[in-house]
């Protein structure tokens, strides 16, 4: 049986991901929210029920979560959502938007967001908690790690590996093979042929460390 899902976030990645889960024909029960003003309100027409202590009002059986929480840059408060509502019992739904193309042989784990337009091609792997933003493109065999984001229209080409809590930034392009440690973050726009070590942010054409 699908179970009714509720949103963590009310702010513009959960806007998005309401209008996937709308047209996915998923019950969405409401949105959890930090900021106490905005609790009674709406986010695209659905309930603001309450902080984070109001998904004790629903068993890990009834309900699946969506992490709305997204990032600009290092993703450590959507990887903090995530692990807290796992070591709750609670399970995170996938979102694929219809819209988006995943071809066969390709493995999703729990609470991975594919947004309108993306493309990923056989043999990719992407891990928990990941966020495959709104028209980016995964080549064959990428294996992408937990929590972290693809930003919108950034182009991976084949049989790139990219570590745990990362972000690739809005239309990065990244090479054939390319390996990207865990946590680093790749600049918008920019165009990566180096690997980029764990920990180090890169910008530019063709991408440079700035931080090691
Ligand atoms: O790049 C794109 C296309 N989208 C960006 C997305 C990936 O990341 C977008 O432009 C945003 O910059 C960012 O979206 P996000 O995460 O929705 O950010 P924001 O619009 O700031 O909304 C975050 C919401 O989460 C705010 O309303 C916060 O009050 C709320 N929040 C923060 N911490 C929390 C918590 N809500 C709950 N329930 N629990 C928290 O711990």
Redesign the pocket.
Known sequence: MVRPVII?????????LIAALLILRREIIG?????RD?HGGFLSKIPIIG??ESVKNYKPKEIELVN?????GLPY??M??YQ?FKKMGYRFAGVVHPSSIVMGDVQLDEGVQI?AGAIIQPGCRIGDNV?I??GAILDHDCIIGEHT?I??GAVLSGSVHIGAASHVG?SATIIQGIKIGKNALIGAGSVVINNISTGSKAVGVPARNIIK
């Open positions: 963590i976030g009310s702010g513009g990645h959960a806007k998005v949105v959890l929210e930090a900021d905005k902080d984070d709305g929480i997204g990032s600009v408060k959507r903090e959502i807290k947004m966020i933003n709104t984001h930003a919108p809005t």
